[in-house]
Nanobody, 115 residues
Framework: QVQLVESGGGLVQPGGSLRLSCAAS????????MGWYRQAPGKQRELVAR???????HYADSVKGRFTISRDNAKKTVWLQMNSLKPEDTAVYYC?????????WGQGTQVTVSS
C-alpha cells in the first residue's frame, strides 16, 4: 500500500516562497508520474505541475516561471518549489502518484498567501 505524506505548507506574504515536499512509502516510486494539484475553496481541483519518470515536466500556465517540480527517486520524494507567490495561489495542495493502474493521493497541505 502506497502512502504519500505532504509537508511544507503554511502562511506566506505575497512575493514570498515555499517549498512543498511529498514523501512516498511503498510502491516502485521511480516508474510513476508524480504530480502536484491544488484546490481552492469553491473551485475544482486543478493540476499545478507533474513530472514523469524520465524527469520531463509539465506546468499549468498560471505557475510557469514561478514554480518548479523535482524528484529524487532514491529518496522517493517529490518537491514543489514555489516562488513569487500570489494570493490566488492560496489552496490546499495535494501530491499525486499516477500510472500503471494506480492513482494515489496525499492528505493535502494548506498554502495561504496573504499580507
Amino acid at each position: 500500500q502506497v502512502q504519500l505524506v505532504e509537508s511544507g505548507g503554511g502562511l506566506v506574504q505575497p512575493g514570498g516562497s515555499l517549498r512543498l515536499s511529498c514523501a512516498a512509502s511503498g510502491g516502485i516510486f521511480s516508474i510513476y508520474t508524480m504530480g502536484w494539484y491544488r484546490q481552492a475553496p469553491g473551485k475544482q481541483r486543478e493540476l499545478v505541475a507533474r513530472i514523469i519518470s524520465s524527469g520531463s515536466t509539465h506546468y499549468a500556465d498560471s505557475v510557469k516561471g514561478r514554480f518548479t517540480i523535482s524528484r529524487d527517486n532514491a529518496k522517493k520524494t517529490v518537491w514543489l518549489q514555489m516562488n513569487s507567490l500570489k494570493p490566488e495561489d492560496t489552496a490546499v495542495y495535494y501530491c499525486n502518484m499516477f500510472g500503471l493502474g494506480v492513482d494515489y493521493w496525499g492528505q493535502g497541505t494548506q498554502v495561504t498567501v496573504s499580507s
